[in-house]
């Protein structure tokens, strides 16, 4: 995301939303763009899901549906972007 986003609060001053840019993460990590705060957030990025057979699919806040929770955090690891599920299930 950008970094000259600005967040704001009643009666206070305009403030510069922390970018992934200015976010350092520890090893494992990556900055992820938290819309809802406005603001990077480090997340742990795994690069594979275990198989597991009690996956179920979930409905995450892009609208879009993932076979598990841990499709939806590698996509959002791709994207750069924080996603939360939902709920279980398809978004339809």
Do not use: F
């Amino acid at each position: 995301m950008n970094s000259e986003q600005l967040q704001s609060w009643p009666g206070r001053k305009c403030i510069k939303a922390k970018s992934c840019e200015d976010i350092q993460c520890s090893v494992g990590k990556k900055c992820l763009w938290d819309a809802r705060m406005s603001r990077g957030r480090c997340s742990l990025c795994d690069e594979t899901c275990p198989e597991s057979r009690t996956d179920e699919a979930v409905c995450a806040s892009d609208n879009t549906t993932y076979p598990s929770e841990c499709a939806m955090k590698q996509a959002a690891c791709s994207m750069g972007v924080l996603l939360e599920v939902k709920h279980s299930g398809s978004c339809n």
